[in-house]
């Protein structure tokens, strides 16, 4: 019989040695199984002093993705040039608009009934957020680039806004813990149930997080001496970080620059475009104002036509040079996560 492992053991394989993502699937999963001994701290998973944990538990080291990679299911790639049709999301949101606008269309054809997102809580600290329609989708527009324990919102849709179905929004670290969440769930215990009412999985392009004391405040606020109340957006484009406070920019710098603040858990990473996710959306290979959009399952497609067909989105499929580009940032991403992963282990 399998050894059960419990949380002290994913504290001490995954936690402490620096690979955790801070998907949340761990905490979200003992919410789930009504348990609820961890909790976010610091940027890590922590468990409540003095508990013991149930006998036949163990399942938030088992659903963690890194511990096991979860096995893609469906490998659908259609990739296209994608924008919003709504002047007022395109406003508030950075490239096309797109993650704000199949949202907002999935709220509307009862897709889904609320979105698990992540909101700025104030001086740019994430916080993750249950949308329940279009005004606070928007609230949500805009990339962070510091770490929220996403998956934390599964629970939280269920329990404390009471819905069935939700669309959530995750870099595609988060995505592969979605995915480990059920599949582990399925048949052993009540946490999938659950979980599976996420109905959309959207993913978001990603070359790594940064931690948020170093970024905003070593970095930007310490060394660069940015007011973080005063800034309006961040935007990591081409390998180069600009922040604005409205119309000016406050500063553009290479992401050399900020590499050292990256999260530990980013440097064996091998998903640049979440391809655990029914759609993913980014910033690569298309012309500043649009987005790039990854179908990935006949879901992912079914909902990208509906909001086409229906005047949310407009699309054509992506020039051969962008989804090129998206391929070669793919396998660098995979190969250096892999390389990373064994020097690690040596
Ligand atoms: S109760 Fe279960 S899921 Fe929660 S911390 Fe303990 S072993 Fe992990
Ligand atoms: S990677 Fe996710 S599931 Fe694993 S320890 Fe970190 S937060 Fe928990
Ligand atoms: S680089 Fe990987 S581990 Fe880091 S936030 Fe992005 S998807 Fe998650």
Request: proline residues 3%; glycine residues 10%.
């Given at each position: 019989?399998?050894?059960?492992?419990?949380?002290?053991?994913?504290?001490?394989?995954?936690?402490?040695?620096?690979?955790?993502?801070?998907?949340?699937?761990?905490?979200?999963?003992?919410?789930?199984?009504?348990?609820?001994?961890?909790?976010?701290?610091?940027?890590?998973?922590?468990?409540?002093?003095?508990?013991?944990?149930?006998?036949?538990?163990?399942?938030?080291?088992?659903?963690?993705?890194?511990?096991?990679?979860?096995?893609?299911?469906?490998?659908?790639?259609?990739?296209?040039?994608?924008?919003?049709?709504?002047?007022?999301?395109?406003?508030?949101?950075?490239?096309?608009?797109?993650?704000?606008?199949?949202?907002?269309?999935?709220?509307?054809?009862?897709?889904?009934?609320?979105?698990?997102?992540?909101?700025?809580?104030?001086?740019?600290?994430?916080?993750?957020?249950?949308?329940?329609?279009?005004?606070?989708?928007?609230?949500?527009?805009?990339?962070?680039?510091?770490?929220?324990?996403?998956?934390?919102?599964?629970?939280?849709?269920?329990?404390?806004?009471?819905?069935?179905?939700?669309?959530?929004?995750?870099?595609?670290?988060?995505?592969?813990?979605?995915?480990?969440?059920?599949?582990?769930?399925?048949?052993?215990?009540?946490?999938?149930?659950?979980?599976?009412?996420?109905?959309?999985?959207?993913?978001?392009?990603?070359?790594?997080?940064?931690?948020?004391?170093?970024?905003?405040?070593?970095?930007?606020?310490?060394?660069?001496?940015?007011?973080?109340?005063?800034?309006?957006?961040?935007?990591?484009?081409?390998?180069?970080?600009?922040?604005?406070?409205?119309?000016?920019?406050?500063?553009?710098?290479?992401?050399?620059e900020i590499e050292v603040y990256k999260r530990d858990g980013c440097g064996i990473c091998e998903d640049f475009t979440g391809l655990f996710s029914d759609i993913s959306v980014g910033n690569v290979g298309v012309p500043a104002g649009k987005s790039a959009v990854i179908i990935h399952t006949d879901f992912g497609k079914e909902v990208f036509e509906y909001a086409l067909a229906r005047g949310?989105?407009?699309?054509?499929?992506?020039?051969?040079?962008?989804?090129?580009?998206?391929?070669?940032?793919?396998?660098?991403?995979?190969?250096?996560?892999?390389?990373?992963?064994?020097?690690?282990?040596?």
């Amino acid at each position: 019989m399998e050894e059960k492992k419990y949380f002290s053991d994913l504290n001490r394989e995954v936690i402490e040695t620096g690979k955790c993502t801070l998907c949340g699937g761990c905490v979200a999963t003992c919410k789930l199984l009504d348990v609820g001994y961890l909790s976010v701290s610091d940027e890590r998973p922590v468990i409540e002093e003095g508990v013991r944990c149930p006998a036949d538990c163990g399942y938030c080291y088992s659903q963690c993705p890194r511990v096991g990679k979860p096995t893609l299911m469906e490998g659908l790639e259609e990739i296209y040039e994608v924008v919003s049709k709504d002047d007022e999301i395109l406003n508030a949101c950075q490239d096309g608009g797109v993650v704000t606008s199949l949202l907002v269309y999935a709220l509307s054809d009862a897709v889904a009934e609320g979105c698990i997102t992540v909101v700025d809580k104030g001086d740019w600290r994430p916080e993750v957020q249950i949308a329940m329609d279009k005004s606070s989708v928007l609230k949500s527009a805009g990339s962070k680039y510091t770490p929220a324990a996403t998956l934390t919102g599964v629970p939280d849709a269920i329990m404390n806004y009471g819905l069935w179905s939700s669309a959530l929004v995750g870099t595609p670290c988060q995505m592969a813990g979605y995915e480990k969440m059920v599949a582990v769930g399925r048949g052993t215990h009540n946490a999938h149930n659950f979980a599976s009412n996420v109905q959309l999985r959207l993913g978001l392009f990603c070359k790594g997080c940064y931690s948020y004391d170093k970024l905003m405040k070593e970095y930007l606020e310490g060394k660069k001496g940015i007011n973080i109340s005063e800034v309006t957006k961040l935007d990591i484009r081409d390998d180069v970080l600009h922040v604005y406070a409205g119309d000016k920019e406050l500063l553009s710098a290479g992401t050399n620059e900020i590499e050292v603040y990256k999260r530990d858990g980013c440097g064996i990473c091998e998903d640049f475009t979440g391809l655990f996710s029914d759609i993913s959306v980014g910033n690569v290979g298309v012309p500043a104002g649009k987005s790039a959009v990854i179908i990935h399952t006949d879901f992912g497609k079914e909902v990208f036509e509906y909001a086409l067909a229906r005047g949310f989105i407009d699309a054509k499929p992506i020039d051969q040079s962008g989804a090129d580009l998206i391929h070669k940032l793919q396998k660098e991403k995979k190969e250096a996560g892999i390389a990373e992963q064994n020097r690690r282990e040596k």
